[in-house]
């Protein structure tokens, strides 16, 4: 990759509340920045394709791959050397509790992971972006290129790293996330185009973007991206209410993020309660005679379990008795089945017009009105 040591730095956009562009060299402008200020970055790197000539489809028309200046390399040591100075860089804005994401193909990730963990850096995941749509292998030489991968690590071992465990298992069905990404390639209208032809090869989806950023930051955290592109991490970011550092070496790159970023609407402050799952260890604790004061439930109201096997009365303080035991909802709950412990919001029901409806529904209302 040809870089000048006279590359200029230049501010594309001056810092602001909702985050700013640099254009420059990524490693220069990152050692320019304030030690331990950002809270995640996100990195799409050159991915020194190994290209051997032109690719064409079966009628003979090229297909459109990533033959930039940015990608190309003299060899694998200089593209080591490139990568162990913009990670080092990364390493060194990066708050202690921060993190990186970095997204690679097979030409690339594992030399990309090799450095990682000699610079400190601590694996969290690796993550299979399983591509939806992926594009054919049209020689049918080798298989179908249909995934790609991002490594998630923290700055170092002891990093006191951010994960929205409940956000990702919100968004899975109340299940948990898997390693294992399904989502299309970017597309459509999302494609940004310019005199009719791509205007980035390698854009990335937005939604890839969005599971990324609330996966691993919080409302009014900066995520910074040394590989700005066209835009989309600081896209996605400003929609999710978080600030953004783009740090992009093509001017024309710089001019189409910068238009793309204006027509998005920042969040107002009320709508930046949506953005944020807090984890349930931090919601406020309701103990289950609040339902009770708050006329939800009334004394003598019968609980049952989901399958109606067991039963017990509500008491006015907030405790339970069944045939044979009197204690709290989760004391109650064990005792009848026999079980060292049991968590009672899960375990009880109350019946309303013929359905079992679980108590913990009473709870999470009270909890959105305490939020």
Not at 134 to 144: A, C, D, H, L, V
Request: hydrophobic share 35%; with cysteine.
């Amino acid at each position: 990759m040809k870089r000048s040591s006279g590359e200029k730095l230049m501010a594309t956009s001056k810092p602001s509340d909702e985050g700013m562009i640099l254009q420059g060299n990524c490693v220069d402008l990152m050692n320019g920045l304030p030690e331990a200020s950002v809270d995640l970055v996100f990195a799409d790197p050159p991915y020194n394709l190994q290209l051997e000539g032109n690719l064409l489809r079966p009628n003979n028309s090229r297909v459109d791959g990533v033959d930039n200046d940015w990608d190309q390399f003299d060899s694998f040591k200089a593209y080591d050397e490139y990568t162990f100075e913009w990670l080092k860089a990364a390493r060194r804005v990066l708050k202690p509790n921060g993190a990186l994401w970095v997204i690679g193909s097979y030409h690339n990730i594992y030399r990309v992971g090799a450095i990682l963990q000699d610079l400190g850096y601590w694996m969290l995941n690796d993550v299979v972006w399983r591509k939806t749509n992926p594009m054919p292998n049209f020689r049918g030489r080798r298989f179908t290129n249909a995934h790609e991968t991002l490594i998630w690590a923290a700055r170092d071992k002891d990093s006191r790293y951010l994960f929205n465990y409940e956000a990702m298992k919100n968004m899975n069905d109340d299940l948990q996330m898997r390693s294992d990404w399904e989502l299309p390639i970017c597309t459509g209208r999302e494609r940004l185009k310019k005199d009719g032809q791509k205007a980035h090869p390698t854009q990335k989806p937005e939604s890839l973007l969005y599971r990324v950023i609330l996966s691993s930051s919080e409302v009014g955290d900066t995520v910074l991206d040394p590989f700005f592109g066209t835009g989309t991490t600081g896209a996605v970011a400003k929609k999710m209410g978080r600030k953004y550092i783009g740090l992009e070496r093509e001017e024309e790159y710089v001019k189409i993020a910068r238009e793309r970023i204006k027509m998005v609407r920042e969040i107002s402050d009320e709508e930046k309660m949506l953005y944020s799952t807090p984890p349930k260890r931090n919601l406020p604790r309701i103990p289950f005679g609040r339902l009770l004061e708050r006329g939800m439930l009334k004394p003598g109201t019968v609980l049952f379990d989901n399958r109606r096997r067991h039963k017990a009365k509500v008491r006015a303080d907030g405790s339970l008795i069944s045939a044979e035991f009197q204690g709290s909802i989760h004391q109650v709950g064990a005792q009848v089945q026999k079980a060292p412990a049991c968590n009672g919001w899960q375990f009880w029901n109350v019946e309303e017009a013929g359905e079992l409806v679980s108590i913990d529904i009473y709870r999470q209302k009270l909890r959105a009105e305490l939020h």
